[in-house]
């Protein structure tokens, strides 16, 4: 006879999301909550009712916590530790989203990654893992975050690159890299005394 469900430890579920953006300074940033009621510096993030689906905590969780709305987050991955809150057994499915700086509230708690603070839990790890799985895609894919408005110069697109990056990129090496997944719109930017620059949209 099967045992039944009640006979399994029932550890609480929980989502926290990384909501990366590209900050006014070149470089990579992350959504944060202010610490509050005893609870230092965290992701957005909620713990899972009865009859809730992941993805809506996720996006209850963004609006009610961070003023955030209209994003599309994905699953990332869990974290599972088993010290990862004094509180009990909980297990984080954590996802990650990637907006433009104007889709986040105006004064929104937006921090370079470079320059976490202390965080709440392991949402260190949680940041990390999600930069690392954002560097990965950007490695290979022109903007796949589109972060940039369309159409762009190659310019802007290896800045935009740079800063998820944090790297300098050689501009021939990495024109060669995402010409593949880029279409050229025909028009040129004209802008100062330089060579006008082709313009191009994603692929």
């Known amino acids: ?35 509050r009621d005893g609870v230092p510096v965290r992701l957005p993030g909620t713990f899972l009712h009865e009859g809730e689906l992941l993805a809506e905590a996720v996006l209850r969780s963004l609006l009610g916590k961070a003023g955030v709305g209209g994003l599309a987050p994905r699953q990332l991955r869990v974290f599972d ?11 984080s499915v954590a996802h990650v989203d990637v907006v433009p700086l104007g889709a986040l509230p105006e004064g929104a708690l937006v921090v370079p990654v470079r320059a976490l603070p202390p965080l709440a839990f392991d949402h260190d790890r949680i940041v990390a893992s999600a930069v690392e799985d954002l560097r990965a895609r950007y490695r290979e894919h022109p903007d796949p975050s589109g972060l940039l408005d369309e159409p762009f110069t190659l310019s802007r697109l290896r800045t935009v690159h740079e800063a998820v990056l944090a790297e300098a990129l050689v501009p021939d090496t990495f024109r060669r890299a995402m010409l593949p997944g880029l279409v050229a719109t025909g028009e040129l930017e004209r802008s100062g005394r330089g060579r006008p620059a082709e313009l191009y949209r994603r692929g």
């Not at 010290?83 to 297990?91: E, F």
């Open 1 to 35: 006879m099967a045992r039944s469900l009640d006979s399994y430890p029932r550890p609480s579920v929980a989502v926290d999301t990384a909501v990366l953006t590209v900050l006014e300074s070149a470089e990579l940033g992350v959504l944060l909550l202010p610490a």
């Open 81 to 91: 530790g088993l010290d990862r809150d004094d509180r009990g057994r909980v297990l």
